[in-house]
């Protein structure tokens, strides 16, 4: 299926912003629906945002205004604008795609596969 590759990430103070890339070009399944999830340290999982390619997106509540998700599909990298940023935003975050063929409407709990991940930090 291929790599999905994050880039961006690193350290910023609270109130900054920083903005995510995952460079998709790489996996050569479907990738209709892709989306970015988080994970802190002994925390789950969890998706944080989606975007469907008739571009419905969807975000977790912790994260709604404040984080963008886009696509530039003249380079194949999705993005995660990351604004207004908290301590507790703070983990490893992870491209995702939800693979199914009719993936359009689907949640945050359907992202199956995904990248490496890249780490996020947050400092007050």
């Known amino acids: 299926q291929g790599r999905l590759v994050e880039s961006g990430g690193g350290s910023v103070q609270a109130g900054g912003s920083l903005r995510l890339s995952c460079d998709v070009s790489?996996?050569?399944?479907?990738?209709?629906?892709l989306g970015w999830l988080r994970q802190a340290p002994g925390q789950e999982r969890e998706g944080i945002a989606r975007?469907?390619?008739?571009?419905?997106?969807k975000y977790d509540d912790s994260v709604k205004v404040r984080f963008t998700i886009s696509m530039d599909n003249t380079k194949d990298t999705l993005y995660l604008q990351m604004s207004n940023l908290k301590p507790e935003d703070s983990a490893m975050y992870y491209c995702?795609?939800?693979?199914?063929?009719?993936?359009?409407?689907?949640?945050?709990?359907?992202?199956?596969?995904w990248g490496e991940g890249i780490q996020v930090t947050v400092s007050s």
């Open positions: 995702a795609v939800d693979p199914r063929r009719n993936c359009k409407g689907g949640s945050m709990e359907q992202f199956t596969h």
């Open positions: 790489g996996y050569t399944y479907r990738r209709e629906c």
């Open positions: 975007l469907d390619s008739d571009g419905t997106t």
